[in-house]
T-cell receptor, first 111, second 115 residues
Framework: AQSVTQLGSHVSVSEGALVLLRCNYS??????LFWYVQYPNQGLQLLLKYTTGATLVKGINGFEAEFKKSETSFHLTKPSAHMSDAAEYFC?????????FGTGTRLTIIP | DTAVSQTPKYLVTQMGNDKSIKCEQNLGHDTMYWYKQDSKKFLKIMFS???????INETVPNRFSPKSPDKAHLNLHINSLELGDSAVYFC??????????????FGPGTRLTVL
């Protein structure tokens, strides 16, 4: 069975500070990993995904994530938080065409 | 143009009623999905269709019946609505055929409230 665990249901950072959202996965096969963002009252939007190849993946809005097999992690980072980054972030693992989501992390940006 | 659209955006209804949610995608994708997001924001897949054929059916009560008239549409009909059905329902689509690497594109969601 494949699953993801997001550590921290709420994360608050100051504007301009580093954003770090944690995601660990368990998978019996090489994982395909995704980060999605959900802005208030909207659907989910893909930030980035890891399939194969380079383990550091760059996404939209300045976000990136690094796949670390030894740590079974796929943490999401952004060097400098912006007020517009306030949203819910979901990590997901894919099996066939089925996405299994983590429980989400709400990111709050402090002015 | 909206890539994945859902109607209605909000749906308030009484227990026991039957209601439908419609989804359309104009991306030319072959695969469509329904997800349920509960009050704690937990997202879980319900159904998936590929070219009008059901390929994923999670343990969803049979009061929920998806229907795909063509590959651009996937509707969700719910019979005998219960309080626990209150949630946000998201439709999504993907290219299909790419298996685990396909990106899924989500609609804006339908917030269902059962009174």
């Amino acid at each position: 069975a494949q699953s993801v665990t997001q550590l921290g249901s709420h994360v608050s950072v100051s504007e301009g500070a580093l954003v770090l959202l944690r995601c660990n996965y368990s998978s019996s096969v090489p994982p395909y990993l995704f980060w999605y963002v959900q802005y208030p009252n909207q659907g989910l939007q893909l930030l980035l995904k890891y399939t194969t190849g380079a383990t550091l993946v760059k996404g939209i809005n300045g976000f990136e994530a690094e796949f670390k097999k030894s740590e079974t992690s796929f943490h999401l980072t952004k060097p400098s938080a912006h007020m517009s980054d306030a949203a819910e972030y979901f990590c997901a693992v894919s099996r066939n065409e089925k996405l299994t989501f983590g429980t989400g992390t709400r990111l709050t940006i402090i002015p | 143009d909206t890539a994945v659209s859902q109607t209605p955006k909000y749906l308030v209804t009484q227990m026991g009623n039957d209601k439908s949610i419609k989804c359309e995608q104009n991306l030319g994708h072959d695969t469509m999905y329904w997800y349920k997001q509960d009050s704690k924001k937990f997202l879980k897949i319900m159904f998936s269709y590929n070219n009008k054929e059901l390929i994923i059916n999670e343990t969803v009560p049979n009061r929920f019946s998806p229907k795909s008239p063509d590959k651009a549409h996937l509707n969700l009909h719910i019979n005998s609505l219960e309080l626990g059905d209150s949630a946000v329902y998201f439709c999504a689509s993907s290219r299909g055929g790419g298996g685990r690497t396909d990106t899924q594109y989500f609609g804006p969601g339908t917030r269902l409230t059962v009174l």
